[in-house]
């Protein structure tokens, strides 16, 4: 398997644009998580998904924020408008197992670095 | 917040020593998990430890949870230069949700 794929790698936009990170988690894989890391706040969770439905969002910053996962292999983080602040890299992780599947490992992918000007 | 705080934030050692992190979280949890992540890169799983172990082993790795404490020690025993990364535990609670230390920035000299 090549592991999650996470597109673009970078992504340099400026304030006001429309950004859309995209992730192919894991084949087979049922959980789907969007990550941010920054020097200042560290790793964040930002929202995570079980079978294609987001289970807890409570980590997305704000309403300019918003994720989908309209199938099991394939979902999307939007930002609109962007900010200089949502400036990061932007990480997606996938798993299998959970809940009564018992612990997860969770499978990162490279990361896109954001860029807002 | 649950998030885990690891101790040190930052460590540095020469080639064969041991290094030992920290990582201290707040509530009950499933499971605890470390990860490593290299300069620009993913997270990457290490080892797992459930809530009812005390410890574990893998390779030079070692892993030790005391629950009583909420806290959690990472050691690598005879570190490499190629060791050097960034250390994340994370603790996965009752309701499957995870949360991330602010990791240890280990630097093994050559």
């Known amino acids: 398997d090549a592991g999650v794929i996470q597109s673009p790698r970078h992504e340099v936009t400026e304030m006001g644009q429309e950004v859309t990170l995209r992730c192919k988690p894991i084949?087979?894989?049922?959980?789907l998580f969007w990550y941010r890391q920054t020097m200042m706040r560290g790793l964040e969770l930002l929202i995570y998904f079980n079978n294609n439905v987001p289970i807890d969002d409570s980590g997305m910053p704000e309403d300019r924020f918003s994720a989908k996962m309209p199938n099991a292999s394939f979902s999307t983080l939007k930002i609109q408008p962007s900010e200089p602040r949502d400036s990061a890299v932007y990480f997606c992780a996938s798993s299998f197992g959970g809940g009564a599947g018992g612990p997860n490992e969770q499978f990162f992918g490279p990361g896109t670095r954001l860029t807002v000007l | 917040s649950q998030q885990g705080e690891e101790d040190p934030q930052a460590l540095s050692i020469q080639e064969g020593e041991n290094a030992t992190m920290n990582c201290s979280y707040k509530?009950?949890?499933?499971?605890l998990q470390w990860y490593r992540q290299n300069s620009g890169r993913g997270l990457v799983h290490l080892i797992l430890i459930r809530s009812n172990e005390r410890e574990k082993h893998s390779g030079r790795l070692r892993v030790t949870l005391d629950t009583s404490k909420k806290s959690s020690s990472l050691l690598i025993t005879a570190s490499r230069a190629a060791d050097t990364a960034s250390y994340f535990c994370?603790?996965?609670?009752?309701?499957?949700?995870?949360?991330f230390g602010s990791g240890t920035k280990l630097n093994v000299k050559p």
């Open positions: 509530t009950s949890i499933n499971n």
């Open positions: 994370a603790t996965e609670d009752n309701f499957n949700k995870f949360y």
């Open positions: 084949s087979g894989h049922n959980s």
